[in-house]
């Protein structure tokens, strides 16, 4: 799966982004590279944000599984490929 990056100029300077398929990731800085940098550390800690607080809430009987989304083209016709569990 891949996420999509926004990057918009700053009305001042620099650059402010977001994940467009992850409202809660964004960041800003003032060269564009700086602004990619920062957003994959935005990302990385709201996911694992959210995993903290997925996991307060889990009961002991919870089953945890890991799933990848795969790109559609690599899902079968009947659509069986696009997610898979391991």
């Known amino acids: 799966m891949k996420l999509t990056a926004v990057f ?3 009305k001042e300077r620099g ?3 977001f994940v467009e398929e992850i409202a809660a990731a964004i960041s ?5 590279e700086e602004a990619k940098a920062n957003l994959l550390d935005a990302l ?10 997925a996991e307060k809430e ?3 009987q919870a089953l ?3 799933i ?5 083209r690599d899902q079968g016709r ?9």
């Open 8 to 10: 918009e100029p700053a």
């Open 15 to 17: 650059y402010s982004c």
């Open 28 to 32: 800003q800085g003032e060269t564009l």
């Open 44 to 53: 990385k800690l709201v996911l694992e944000c959210q995993r903290e607080l």
């Open 58 to 60: 889990l009961s002991p």
């Open 64 to 66: 945890r599984e890991t």
């Open 68 to 72: 990848e989304l795969a790109s559609p």
């Open 78 to 86: 009947d659509g069986s490929r696009y997610l898979q569990t391991t």
